[in-house]
């Protein structure tokens, strides 16, 4: 992990603090992303994991302004393989939130109350069921017939698996049932019991062939063979939890529908259970975590959801989850291990990030041979030596960190870590930068080589092949090293001229060869066509990530708006910069680092480079389009119907956007009681306004 400044409490960060460590967490926990969801190989534990993610929402809770767009808590899973065809979800598939304390279950219900506008005594009920490690998995039925399976993969588009799937044996082929709707696409978890497991290791480990490392790596792999005939050769299985699209529901209740699903001939965790406040929720989560180590199956939490469907459609999603639902995870697991060596990672804004090289071990049922030291004062703090047997932890069972040295263990001649002062890629001096503002030291210490340094060169442009960027298959770590040793590939540009800079000379280079240079310029080309959300991501602007991009690619609408307007902005003053500023989600410091970027010479060539070597397309509008979709719209007074969070909930999600003032480009101000100076610029400026009710009817509800 590369945040550099861990060890301090959320309420003592600074701003400039914060954002540094929001830029490292969303890199750190997007690499973990991708090798548990895409690669099926997590180096950490779901409780370090966690960790990180609840780090990082404490931040941007406290610094909302901060939030990126590529923040974990707004992404899901990873993109679906090139080895299968793609599927797109009708109902996107998203993830969790987490809690990992009695209180984050507390705090999760007041939410629920607090967004519906509830009193306090009435009553919340909620759905308990055991979460299963495994793979997520979408299966449509059509007139009750199996028609099709995919995986979650980054919750817009999945793998279709269906090949696969049809070879569970618990998976029906007909549902069966006089309520069973017309379209029915049910969501669950395909995982692999402990005793398959074990007689799964036990085979390849006689057949030569490398062992799996839990249960759920091993699920996911054995669904994504190409040839179906090795799936079914192995003891898959699956519980049904949740569904996407339905033409209609058998229940007005989370629990109703799943009574439905046992009737239909469909999986259910026998152990799920209603419960009516949250001391029986926690009640249930301490008897399943009883129950834990006998289950024949994995599992890493609790997950509670609101019960009543009314009003798991009234909460809605937040990002990458739902608001109606979270899961309680169980604590981390730890063990003991020796730390060989300790190195220095260099990220593409230049911080340097200690990591710990361990004598692997197995945490959790994941092998761990690195985990993260955080920064400088967290070494010396906790005062962890090359040398040391050290404690080490997976939170939340994914990502590892170290805990504690063990000091009745300390070789004699273990030395206090010196950290370097210089960049080990470059040579250029690390300094940790003075804060204008607090004048205090930065915790974080980083590379001055700028330009010149290789790592935050490679880094770019390996965050510009990513996966919520261009995504590009096969231009990976391995190969933008080579291409930049070559001094082929020096800036994004480079990239898509690649083919006529290379042409006829790839194929002579060592590891190449005609198929697989033909493969890498099929692959650039493909990509020359792009989204303009991630097309802005892929630029790796500060604080700007996947989701900022596509807030931004939402208000400008296409490239050459998009880019003109952040050239024209100056910060702190003029149009352009008011009306960045003015969309809800954008904050001043996110708004500063777009304009900074844009300010620079360079970063405008590589832009207008790309420009026109592309084809930047603008979000695409659903078909389904609402009466408000593309409007500007602006929440004003006291709202009777809804809680504001859910009014603005509601309007994104018919496709509007949603400003925190009134200009001549707000379509639509809906002013509720006590409206005053918004109101009043609105009926100067001649604009539409509304009621609440008055929009209640205009977008259809009510």
């Known amino acids: 992990m590369t945040a550099d400044l861990r060890d301090h409490e959320v309420d ?58 590529d923040s974990p808590s707004r992404n899901v899973g990873a993109s679906p393989s090139s080895g299968f065809s793609q599927v797109r979800h009708s109902v996107p598939m998203l993830s969790l939130g987490n809690a990992f304390h ?25 759905v308990a069921e055991p979460k299963i490690d495994g793979l997520a998995v979408s299966i449509r039925y059509e007139k009750g017939r199996y028609v099709r399976a995919a995986t979650r993969g980054d919750g817009q588009t999945g793998e279709d698996i269906s090949a696969n799937v049809a070879t569970i044996g618990e998976v029906p082929e007909r549902l069966k049932g006089e309520d069973v709707p017309d379209v029915i696409e049910v969501r669950g978890e395909i995982y692999l019991g402990r005793d398959d497991f074990f007689a799964l290791n036990e085979t390849r480990e006689a057949a030569g062939e490398a062992r799996f490392a839990n249960p759920r790596n091993a699920a996911a792999g054995s669904l994504r063979q190409l040839d179906s005939t090795v799936t079914a050769s192995r003891s898959l299985r699956i519980f049904l939890y949740a569904w996407g699209e339905a033409s209609t529901l058998p229940a007005e209740t989370h629990h109703g529908v799943l009574e439905a699903y046992g009737r239909w001939g469909l999986p259910v965790n026998p152990e799920i259970a209603l419960c009516q406040n949250a001391e029986e929720l ?55 291990t020796v730390l060989k060596d300790i190195r ?77 002062e210089t960049c080990p890629v470059c040579g250029s001096h690390a300094v940790r930068e003075i804060n204008p503002k607090t004048g205090k030291e930065d915790v974080a210490r980083r590379c001055t080589g700028g330009l010149i340094c290789p790592a935050q060169a490679t880094e770019r442009l390996r965050h510009f092949v990513s996966r919520l960027a261009f995504d590009i298959e096969g231009l990976g770590d391995k190969q933008i090293t080579f291409f930049w040793d070559q001094e082929t590939i020096r ?17 002579e280079f060592e590891g190449w060869g005609e198929v697989s240079a033909r493969n890498l310029y099929a692959a650039i080309d493909k990509r020359r066509t792009i989204g303009l959300d991630r ?29 003109d307007a952040m050239t024209a902005a100056e910060v702190g003053e003029g149009e352009a910069w008011e009306t960045l500023i003015n969309i809800d989600g954008i904050g001043e410091t996110v708004a500063g680092a777009i304009v900074d970027f844009f300010d620079e010479p360079q970063n405008r060539d590589v832009v207008d480079g790309l420009g026109e070597r592309l084809t930047i397309e603008g979000l695409e509008q659903a078909d389904d389009a609402s009466p408000v979709t593309g409007k500007t719209v602006v929440f004003t007074g006291s709202l009777e ?62």
């Open 641 to 702: 119907e809804m809680t504001r969070q859910e009014a603005k909930a509601r309007a994104e999600a018919l496709g509007a956007k949603v400003s925190g003032s009134v200009s001549a480009k707000t379509d639509i101000v809906v002013a509720g009681p006590g409206a005053g100076s918004k109101l009043k610029k609105a009926e100067e400026l001649g604009l539409t306004v509304m009621t609440e009710a008055e929009w209640l009817e205009h977008i259809g509800v009510g």
């Open 344 to 420: 220095i990672q260099v990220g593409r804004t230049g911080s340097l990030t200690p990591v710990a090289m361990l004598q692997p071990v197995t945490v959790g049922g994941v092998v761990v041979q690195n985990a993260t030291l955080h920064n400088q004062e967290e070494i010396a703090r906790k005062d962890i030596r090359i040398g040391d047997t050290v404690v080490v932890q997976r939170a939340g069972d994914v990502i590892p960190q170290v805990v504690k040295p063990i000091l009745d263990q300390r070789p004699k001649d273990a030395a206090p870590y010196v950290f370097p």
């Open 12 to 69: 003592d960060l600074t701003l400039e603090e914060a954002g540094a460590e929001l830029e490292a967490l969303a890199a750190e926990i997007a690499r973990h992303d991708e090798l548990y969801h895409g690669k099926d190989a997590p180096e950490i534990s779901d409780g370090d994991y966690e960790t990180l993610r609840r780090r990082n929402e404490a931040i941007e809770a406290r610094f909302p302004d901060l939030v990126r767009d």
């Open 535 to 563: 097309f802005i991501n892929a630029l790796g602007i500060r604080h700007v990530g996947e989701t900022t991009a596509r807030l931004l690619a939402r208000n400008y609408g296409g490239f050459e708006a998009f880019r």
């Open 282 to 336: 926690l009640a249930r989560y301490e008897a399943i975590g009883a129950m834990r180590a006998g289950l024949p199956y994995d599992i890493d939490g609790v997950v509670y959801k609101v019960e009543r469907l009314d009003w798991q459609e009234r909460l809605g999603f937040v990002s990458r989850a739902p608001r109606w639902a979270i899961a309680h995870k169980f604590p981390a697991e730890q063990a003991q």
């Open 491 to 507: 800036n994004p540009t480079d990239i898509f001229d690649l083919e006529a800079n290379t042409a006829n000379k790839l194929a």
């Open 102 to 126: 009695d209180e984050d279950v507390t705090d999760f219900l007041v939410r629920v109350r607090r967004f519906l506008g509830l009193e306090d005594d009435e009553p919340v009920a909620v």
